[in-house]
């Protein structure tokens, strides 16, 4: 277990099927034992990494997300977001540092874009393309540790088509 950015959190670390890479995040004094973490992990095909096995891959992005809109990309990238993109739901994906994201969003609100979603999360630099059978496997094991008193979230860095990310 390592500690988190900015010592509110405990990041264990882990890696699930095919490749797939875990970073489970705690609430700090309610974090969960690490035998019990790494029970979790093996008991739905994954292992337990060492601290910084898997963290250094995932970075914090601010996202939001608007229905499609003409001059929105150009008005993001105006207002100082990194990256503009759209979904194939036909959403646009605006992508911020999370430090800039209210910054953002506020320039957009002003120029009557609406978010429908905003939030700060963390992306992984490298993603890994998961068969039906292996994701399956990752979203059991995603669920087993959300089930886990304690644990705040879990991040991935597989690639999860969004007709199944309901499931998780």
């Given at each position: ?7 509110e959190?405990v ?66 990238v ?50 890994v ?31 999860i ?8």
């Amino acid at each position: 277990m390592t500690n988190g950015d900015e010592d509110e959190a405990v990041c264990c670390e882990g890696f699930g099927p095919a490749g797939s890479v875990l970073l489970v995040v705690c609430r700090k004094g309610r974090e969960p034992s690490g035998p019990l973490l790494r029970a979790v992990l093996r008991r739905h095909g994954g292992d337990s990494g060492a601290a910084n096995s898997v963290a250094y891959l995932f970075h914090p992005v601010g996202v939001l997300r608007y229905a499609a809109s003409g001059p929105l990309a150009a008005r993001a990238v105006e207002a100082g977001a990194e990256a503009v993109q759209t979904l194939p739901s036909g959403e646009v994906e605006v992508l911020t540092d999370p430090g800039e994201l209210g910054t953002v969003q506020a320039a957009l609100l002003r120029k009557g874009h609406v978010a429908r979603c905003v939030l700060s999360t963390r992306r992984a630099a490298r993603t890994v393309r998961l068969q039906a059978a292996q994701f399956e496997d990752l979203c059991g094991l995603i669920q087993a540790l959300r089930a886990v008193d304690g644990v705040e979230q879990v991040y991935t860095n597989a690639e999860i088509p969004e007709q199944f990310l309901a499931q998780l």
